[in-house]
């Protein structure tokens, strides 16, 4: 039916119904009934369908909601797939890992006000973090990392690790340098990662203050 509204007709819809059940792993399942797909087949069926006319856009409206992680994973896999073929894709989801892996630009909206655009790793506006572990914390360590960074101070969880932050990771190998020239053994160095998720709720509440 849905081929059909697209001018596809005969041997060409059948074809391309093939291919797309293959595409989205269903093949096999062309005379199963829709009311017997798991949630997971529904989401697939519908990409399927949505795909049958090869649009240049796809609009995907929270592809991996209600999916058990091993279906997110397929339907993820799948749509970085469709993304390297050419499709542009406009997702939407609230699904932050997945716009994390999958998205080249997002868009933090919140009641109707865009407050944020740009490439993910564009959008985080503080400075950069990272966790020093030692052996110990002297003042000498504290006035030497602190000379080569924005700010230091201790992590109240654990108390030989130091939240160092810097403009930039480069400045890792000046942190270390000071780390050393203080006579203190270094454990870890390493960034503090920065989820779209923690952008998102901190993005919100600044908006709402």
Known sequence: FHGRLYGLRGAPLQERCKELLEL???AGCERQKLGTFSKGMLQRIGLAQALLNQPELLILDEPTSGLDPLGQRDMRNLILRLKTEGISIFLNSHQLGDVELICDRVAIIHHGQLLKIGPPATLFDEP???EVRVNAISADLLRR?????????RD????LRLLVEVQSDE????VAAAVHASGTRLFTLQPRRRTLEQLFLRTIESSQT
């Not at 990392?145 to 101070?153: F, N, R, Y």
């Not at 109240?156 to 108390?159: I, N, Q, S, T, V």
């Open 128 to 130: 950069l973090v990272l």
């Open 24 to 26: 989205v792993g269903l």
């Open 156 to 159: 109240e969880a654990d108390p």
């Open 145 to 153: 990392v602190g000379a080569v960074s924005l700010a230091v101070q």
């Open 171 to 174: 400045q890792a190998a000046d």
